[in-house]
């Protein structure tokens, strides 16, 4: 589970009865924001409307904020491969269901995903690194791995407490207006 993303109360109760009578090897759930509004809302619906179509035709993205797997199935498969930089449950999806796993999305209990990063880069901005990301998925491991390192870093929280191009782009501001200001008197 990602250290953004948040449980409900009732979480835990709701996911054992989904493990119990899904018959899944591989549980994964629906998220909701962190922040309700109609777009953050619509762009949810979305992506766990894909991914349950994507689980149901070929299973082939885990997202791995949070799913649940039987700890004996995860270790057969050996894990997630910690070389890659992006979706690394992809490679452990792939392995799993060649295995003879079953995967399942469900859309409750749902869990709380935090839309940090996705507020940080802005919804263009994001939209094209994750097309970046997807494409690099298919030319290869190695040009994935390169190009993940480059757009998509995962460091944890520290990305979101200092941004450079916003602190230029605030400097660049103060010193037109004080230019401004400066002309006026």
């Given at each position: 589970?990602?250290?953004?993303?948040?449980?409900?109360?009732e979480f835990l109760l709701g996911a054992r009865y989904r493990w119990e009578t899904s018959q899944a090897?591989?549980?994964?759930f629906w998220f909701k924001p962190d922040i309700i509004n109609t777009r953050n809302e619509s762009i949810a619906l979305a992506v766990n409307l894909f991914r349950e179509l994507q689980?149901?035709?070929n299973p082939r993205y885990l997202l791995e904020a949070l799913f649940m797997i039987k700890k004996d199935r995860f270790?057969?498969?050996?894990?997630?491969?910690?070389s890659i930089n992006y979706a690394e449950g992809s490679q452990l999806i792939r392995t799993l269901v060649k295995q003879g796993n079953v995967s399942k999305i469900v859309r409750d209990p749902v869990f709380t995903f935090s839309f940090r990063r996705l507020r940080r880069m802005g919804l263009?901005?994001?939209a094209g690194t994750m097309a970046r990301l997807e494409l690099s998925n298919l030319i290869g491991k190695n040009y994935q791995s390169?190009?993940?390192?480059?757009?998509y870093p995962m460091v944890g929280g520290s990305q979101f407490r200092y941004n450079q191009k916003a602190k230029n782009q605030f400097v660049i501001k103060i010193k037109k207006l004080l230019m401004d200001l400066d002309r006026d008197f």
């Open positions: 589970m990602d250290a953004d993303s948040r449980l409900d109360p090897e591989v549980l994964s689980n149901n035709l270790l057969a498969a050996g894990g997630f491969d910690e263009l901005t994001m390169f190009v993940a390192k480059k757009i």
